[in-house]
């Protein structure tokens, strides 16, 4: 027993040392806020999102989702769980699961986006389980693409 202690003790005198003593603590990440995309007239998606995590800890995340696609006599929306959180830099990367939409068909299916946060002029992108290019993995998605028409998104960690 008295080895096992003296192991404990030397590894944590292994362990930086940190003024107080303490760790510093976990380093949040997010992605918020509400942007529609520019698009043709007539013709609005609306994303909005309040998503974190902890660094290192992507696949914890927290938070929702929302898409609206509006055009003609189409009005499809659908909210979500984020699932997934992976901030680099401007650059975040986000999933999760429709969990509510008025197209029952939709609820369930993973769908995963990519922001760029450029100030005013950011970038955005979504991929989802439509049949034709498969489930996306957890935070994997494709290049933020589309341009913002109005609206703003903010990451941070």
């Known amino acids: 027993m008295l080895a096992g202690l003296a192991v404990l003790v030397v590894l944590g005198a292994a362990a930086p040392a940190r003024a107080g003593g303490h760790a510093p603590p ?24 309040d998503a974190h995590a902890v660094r290192d800890r992507e696949k914890e995340a927290t938070g929702t989702f929302r898409i609206r696609h509006t055009e003609d006599a189409i009005d499809v929306w659908q909210t979500g769980t984020i699932t997934c959180l992976q901030v680099g830099g401007p650059v975040a990367v986000a999933s999760g ?15 995963g986006f990519t922001v760029y946060d450029h100030g005013r002029r950011d970038r955005l992108n979504a991929s989802w389980d439509m049949g034709f290019t498969g489930t996306p993995p957890p935070c994997m998605s494709t290049a933020p693409t589309g341009e913002i028409g109005a609206g703003n998104l903010v990451v941070r960690g």
Do not use: C, M, Q, Y
Request: glycine letters at 8%; aromatic letters at 6%.
């Open 26 to 49: 976990p380093r949040e990440t997010s992605l918020v806020g509400a942007v529609d995309l520019k698009t043709v007239p007539g013709v609005r998606l609306h994303f909005a999102f």
């Open 97 to 111: 699961t429709v969990t509510a939409s008025n197209e029952p068909a939709l609820i369930g299916h993973k769908v």
